[in-house]
């Protein structure tokens, strides 16, 4: 299978393996595709938890979100992630 990428997408992977992210662009490629079929066979879960975060969410005044808040959400999903494979 032959696959063309845009030339944007190829600078991005270019400078991925230049970084070392990944070692080289078919395995970043490769990483990104089961990523994105993992989330499909995956339906996201509405919890009890959610929901209780998301109602307690909407009564707190609104405020922009920093990297510091990005961290944390990673944070959490890592978390989450790591005991949910358990």
């Not at 066979?41 to 919890?47: G, I, Y």
């Not at 109602?55 to 992630?81: C, H, K, Q, Y």
Request: hydrophobic letters at 35%.
């Amino acid at each position: 299978m032959t696959v063309t990428v845009a030339s944007d997408v190829e600078e991005f992977l270019r400078d991925q393996v230049r970084l070392g992210v990944c070692s080289d662009a078919s395995q970043l490629f490769n990483d990104v595709l089961r990523s994105i079929r993992g989330q499909q066979q995956k339906p996201f879960e509405t919890t009890a938890e959610l929901e209780a975060w998301l109602l307690e969410s909407a009564n707190e005044p609104v405020s922009p979100l920093t990297s510091e808040d990005f961290g944390s959400l990673r944070e959490r999903v890592r978390d989450r992630s790591s005991y949910n494979a358990q």
